[in-house]
């Protein structure tokens, strides 16, 4: 598969660094860093981005992520793998990914349950994180960014 064209971050370069103030921001929220790269793997692969799901493994293994939680972070909910905390933090990503697969996206019981394990800053780090990774799956999916292209 080739690329239809360069990232448009990449082409637009002013984009990039207010992109990666987002990311690092989302970094400094105090949210485990394996948490936010589940996170960002599991909303990569809700979006169908290959560059993303690829990178996204790669830096959540270089975080420490296992192998077994790498391979079952799409079936979190049935996979033994996954403390409370982590589970609150996926569904809270995969509801605010799916914006318009309900009603309520973000219901009442998926935002208590995250507010239960993660502080008001804690929250913003995902939310965060939530939204940057769909902003680079969209523009990567919609441009084609080959898996493995950028390392």
């Avoid at 103030?21 to 996170?39: C, I, N, Y």
């Amino acid at each position: 598969m080739q690329s239809r064209m360069r990232n448009p971050a990449v082409v637009l370069s002013d984009a990039m660094r207010p992109i990666q103030q987002v990311f690092q921001a989302a970094h400094s929220g105090g949210v485990d860093p394996r948490t936010l790269e589940l996170v960002h793997l599991r909303v990569s692969q809700i979006n169908g981005c290959a560059a993303c799901v690829d990178g996204g493994a790669r830096t959540a293994r270089e975080a420490g992520v296992s192998d077994e939680r790498l391979a079952t972070v799409a079936a979190w909910r049935d996979a033994p793998y996954f403390t409370d905390a982590e589970r609150a933090a996926l569904a809270l990503a995969e509801a605010a990914t799916r914006l318009a697969d309900r009603p309520d996206p973000v219901s009442d019981d998926v935002w208590d349950g995250a507010a239960t394990h993660y502080d008001e800053t804690q929250l913003a780090a995902i939310v965060l994180m939530v939204g940057v990774t769909n902003l680079f799956n969209r523009l990567n999916a919609t441009t084609r960014q080959t898996a493995g292209s950028w390392a």
